[in-house]
């Protein structure tokens, strides 16, 4: 197999010639894929994580922002629902609500629908640090795929949505020896 164009061995390659070598057999069709895409995300994470600290936020922070700025004005949500997008618990997601509120990005208010309920919005100090995180966000993005031309991007990007990746069950555990249920 032919390495990748640019500096050093391809990971993925290395990787897919060790088993095809060792045990081809457990190689898919889907295999060089989901190791590209792992490698992909891994380097995305990283990205992420690494502009978070210049803004003085957690991913947590990050992410509830960025979504109470995605909801378009008055950028605000309910906290199950805010909580249901984010997958977080409803504990975890008041911890870092009561953070944000402290640091004067976020307010809780009493839905305009049904006054039994809350809201959590951002506030203007909010705003404006969601769209600067949003932007280094982008531009830390932007530079993991530099090397890579927008055309190949965009080629990318409709192979991936032609897969229509979709939530599936997961795989049930393979039953040996100590774990096998006794029937």
Known sequence: MTAAPGPGPDPVDALMDAWRTELPDVLRPTTELSKRITQLAGALDEATRGILPE??????????????????????????????SLLLSSGGLSNVVNHLTGRGLVRREPSPDDGRATMIRLTPDGVRTAERAVRAHADAHEAVFAEASPSAVQAAARALREVGIRRRPAPRPLRTGRNRSRS
């Open 55 to 84: 803004l003085g936020l957690t991913v947590a922070e990050f992410d509830i922002l960025l979504a109470l700025r995605r909801a378009g004005e008055p950028y605000r949500m309910q906290p199950n629902d805010l909580a249901r």
